[in-house]
Nanobody, 117 residues
Framework: QVQLVESGGGLVQPGGSLRLSCVAS????????LGWYRQAPGKQRELVAD???????NYADSVKGRFTISKDNAKNTVYLQMNSLKPEDTAVYYC???????????WGQGTQVTVSS
């Protein structure tokens, strides 16, 4: 079976931090690319960060220097550490796995992040 399950969202004040987690089935966790996307109300879903199977990472300019993506192979889990949060970071955050093959991409259910004073 395959699945992606996100957790860790919540309400934080500007400048605060949150750590999102995504637990994947072993077969999906071994995908070529694991990533985090977000979608704010009225906006297109956008890539926040991703990590390749070899460990290289990529970040959107808007989060570079504030967010860090990482993974724990033993726990089949990918993380997104979010620091110095801003109100514009408010969105539903989704975990994604790109298999790099005809099997395609897989998505989690999303977790809400709200940054407000």
């Amino acid at each position: 079976q395959v699945q992606l399950v996100e957790s860790g969202g919540g309400l934080v004040q500007p400048g605060g931090s949150l750590r999102l987690s995504c637990v994947a089935s072993r077969s999906i966790f071994r995908a070529y690319v694991l990533g985090w996307y977000r979608q704010a109300p009225g906006k297109q879903r956008e890539l926040v960060a991703d990590i390749r199977s070899g460990g290289s990472t990529n970040y959107a300019d808007s989060v570079k220097g504030r967010f860090t993506i990482s993974k724990d192979n033993a726990k089949n889990t990918v993380y997104l550490q979010m620091n110095s949060l801003k109100p514009e970071d408010t969105a539903v955050y989704y975990c994604n796995a790109d298999t790099g093959s005809v099997l395609g991409r897989f998505w989690g259910q999303g977790t809400q992040v709200t940054v407000s004073s």
